[in-house]
């Protein structure tokens, strides 16, 4: 197949366009580079079957392909923050213009949308049924609601417009690649750990989340666009639970130094716990994540020790 992947030089996107290259398929990488990095795809440049596009997903654009991965769209709440008004384009008009094109060249199309629709959840494991608890106004809101827009217009093409599509819910993922800068709470701690410095907790570290590492996320992308049982929303994540305190603990023993734990202030409207209820997955996917988190930062930290 020829397939579109948008977002295709991030740290998702990059590991998605190896598989679907390494699975015999053609790969259309679009991505404007804002968290995305060449160097992230420079080993598929010149792969017969692999094609770069710089290009903004906010404006139209054309190809001729059987399948979209929609995933542009900065994910960590530093970079979604840094230009709110843009995120929000970018989820939303992002979404228009894939589910025209996938509408006029009759593609099956995925979005990756996230398990900040469920915001700071008060029914704990989310399951797809939960409608979220999300503030509309506030600082991470450029982010949860665009992709909730997102996720409403890829049921209206699909309702009005018959679009073939597939949503998927992405819990927390890390992994080789994650920009070193990124700002998220693995690579962060990873760094830092790396570099002798203090590993930065926000808030006292209690809160949760469920850390997923990216090469089984990818292989659940593979199947849920292999079926047609169903369109979703489907969750992808790792059910185990950690505090920040726990993660900050196990990468220290991990990466061994000498950096001391600091607390500082927690950013507003931070979830306080988040695992997801895979049972969905579990049945009509027959996926479930392989790698533990242990396991999983050992191949991180070794790929950031390249990298700083
Ligand atoms: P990332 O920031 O590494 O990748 C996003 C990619 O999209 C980058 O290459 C960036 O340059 C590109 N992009 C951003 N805005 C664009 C635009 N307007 N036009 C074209 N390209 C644009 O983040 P990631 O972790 O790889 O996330 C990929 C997708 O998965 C995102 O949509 C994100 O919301 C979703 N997601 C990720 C996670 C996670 O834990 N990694 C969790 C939930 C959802
Ligand atoms: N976090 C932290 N220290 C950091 C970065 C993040 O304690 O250096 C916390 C953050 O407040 C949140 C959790 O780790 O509670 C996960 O943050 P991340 O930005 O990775 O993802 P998200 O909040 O979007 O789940």
Same mark, same amino acid.
């Given at each position: 197949m020829r397939i579109l992947v948008t977002g295709g030089a991030g740290f998702l996107g990059s590991h998605l366009c190896d598989r679907l290259i390494r699975d015999g398929h053609e790969v259309v990488c679009l991505d404007n580079f804002f968290t995305g990095r060449k160097q992230n795809i420079a080993h598929l440049?010149?792969?017969? *079957?692999f094609e770069l596009v710089r290009h903004d997903v906010i404006d139209p654009f054309k190809f001729e392909v059987d399948q979209i991965y929609n995933l542009a769209c900065p994910a960590s709440p530093p970079h979604y923050q840094y230009n709110p008004i843009k995120t929000i384009k970018t989820s939303v008009m992002g979404a228009i213009n894939c589910l025209g094109l996938a509408k006029r060249v009759k593609a099956r199309i995925m979005q990756a949308s996230t398990?900040?629709?469920?915001? +700071?959840?008060?029914?704990?494991?989310?399951?797809?049924t939960y409608w979220g608890n999300v503030n509309?106004? *506030?600082?991470r809101s450029c982010y949860d609601e665009g992709k909730r827009c997102a996720e409403t217009l890829f049921f209206d093409y699909h309702r009005e417009n018959r679009v073939d599509i597939r949503v998927i819910r992405i819990f927390n993922t890390y992994g080789?690649?994650?920009?070193?800068? +990124?700002?998220r709470v693995v690579s962060n701690f990873i760094v830092q750990a790396l570099r002798g410095e203090d590993i930065t907790i926000y808030g006292d570290g209690s809160q949760t989340r469920s850390f997923c590492f990216v090469d089984d996320l990818i292989e659940g992308f593979i199947r849920i666009m292999a079926q047609s049982e169903t369109v979703g929303p489907v969750n992808l994540g790792n059910p185990g639970e950690f505090t920040m305190m726990q993660l900050a603990e196990l990468t220290l023993k991990l990466v061994g130094g000498k950096s001391k734990i600091v607390h500082k202030a927690l950013p507003s409207d931070d979830p306080k716990q988040r695992r997801p209820d895979i049972t969905i997955a579990r049945k009509v996917l027959q996926w479930e994540p392989k790698v533990p988190l242990e396991e999983g930062l050992k191949r991180t930290i070794e790929y950031f020790r390249g990298v700083v």
């Open positions: 440049l010149g792969v017969p *079957g398990s900040e629709v469920y915001g +700071d959840p008060q029914v704990h494991p989310q399951p797809e509309p106004i *506030g600082k080789p690649r994650m920009h070193e800068a +990124d700002g």
